[in-house]
């Protein structure tokens, strides 16, 4: 099946500083790729929708200068956290489908801001 | 915006034990997703219900979709402890391949 990879696994950054983290489909093409955030015994919120070639669709009150989304080609999309702080910390998933249907999770990446 | 509901949140059961596990959403969709979710791990896909009536089963789990109902089940036989896990019901809207997360079942099964 399809492979979608998330790199790294996880992260420990210091206050203030940024983070990127990458989502790449493996075996397939994806115009569109997903970022969500999950807190510890939460389920997962979408974040924004991420489209290649163009800009990234935010979900209600996630600030989009601070998530940025770079979509550049049909395989990869990364997400960075800038000047992240403690309130940031968390496990941040991607996930990306064929043209045919469904979705395809990555493996996840916990960030710890310290 | 689409909305899903999961029931219970959390649950613990013996061994050995059946229970269901109801995920209902909010508009019409045509797929319908299971998912498994291990302490600090991403999401392992249990099922993908595509149809009204759907019913797949694997193992001691068994998933079926009522579109009209807008209503899911995940039906658990004769647990055992493998299986505490937390499970989430996704609902992929029908514009796009975008998903909505039911809030997540913890099962603890219990020997």
Not at chain 2, 32 to 54: C, H, I
Not at chain 2, 62 to 72: N, P, V
Request: hydrophobic share 35%; aromatic share 12%.
């Amino acid at each position: 099946g399809a492979v979608v990879s998330q790199h790294p696994s996880w992260v420990i950054c210091k206050s203030g500083t940024s983070v990127k983290i990458e989502c790449r489909s493996l075996d397939f093409q994806a115009t569109t790729m997903f970022w969500y955030r999950q807190f510890p015994k939460q389920s997962l919120m979408l974040m924004a929708t991420s489209n290649e070639g163009s800009k990234a669709t935010y979900e209600q009150g996630v600030e989009k200068d601070k998530f940025l989304i770079n979509h550049a080609s049909l395989t990869l999309s990364t997400l960075t956290v800038t000047s992240a702080h403690p309130e940031d910390s968390s496990f941040y998933i991607c996930s990306a489908g064929p043209d045919s249907g469904g979705a395809f999770f990555g493996q996840g990446t916990r960030l710890t801001v310290v | 915006e689409l909305k899903v509901e999961q029931n219970p949140l959390f649950l613990s059961m013996q061994e050995g034990k059946n229970y269901t596990i109801y995920c209902n959403y909010s508009t019409t969709s045509d797929r319908l997703y299971w998912y498994r979710q291990d302490p600090g791990k991403s999401l392992e896909s249990l099922f993908v219900l595509l149809s009204n009536g759907a019913v797949k089963q694997e193992g001691r789990l068994m998933a079926s979709l009522d579109t009209k109902a807008r209503l899911s089940t995940l039906h658990i036989t004769a647990a055992v402890h493998d299986l505490s896990a937390t499970y989430f019901c996704a609902v992929e809207s029908n514009t796009g391949n975008q998903f909505y997360f039911g809030t997540g079942t913890s099962l603890t099964v219990i020997p």
